[in-house]
């Protein structure tokens, strides 16, 4: 009997990367980006040229987070947070007007923004 992961464990074999953006629009402005399975420059570059490179704090591997099952399968991931405190992280008043707004979208990777 075939097994109800094949599908996406097909999908998964033709994936080159999860970027995993948590909790963004919220905090002291400054973003953490944890890197897995590609070097760090490869976000550093990114931030330069979207011109966030001075607020960025770059790590490697979150132990926790959607991005955990894709780096386990091998699959790089980048994951960004923004930084400081989100009293509402994961509680019911989480909502789009607790939050804040991602006032711009930018990937340096054509067709991606």
């Known amino acids: 009997m075939k097994s109800h992961a094949d599908p996406a464990l097909t999908l998964l074999t033709a994936t080159n ?8 629009g919220v905090g002291n402005g400054r973003l953490t980006v944890g890197v897995t399975g590609l ?7 990114a ?3 979207a011109g966030l490179s001075d607020k960025l704090d770059l790590y490697g591997f979150f132990p926790s987070g ?11 991931t980048i994951t960004v947070v923004s930084g400081g405190i989100h009293p509402h992280f994961h509680q019911p008043t989480e ?14 990777w054509p067709g991606m923004s």
């Open 39 to 45: 070097d760090k420059s490869v976000a550093s570059e």
């Open 17 to 24: 990367g999860m970027i995993n953006i948590d909790h963004a």
């Open 95 to 108: 909502r789009a007007d607790t939050t804040g707004s991602i006032r711009k979208s930018y990937s340096p």
């Open 66 to 76: 959607d991005h955990v099952p894709f780096k386990e399968a091998g699959v790089p």
């Open 47 to 49: 931030g330069q040229a």
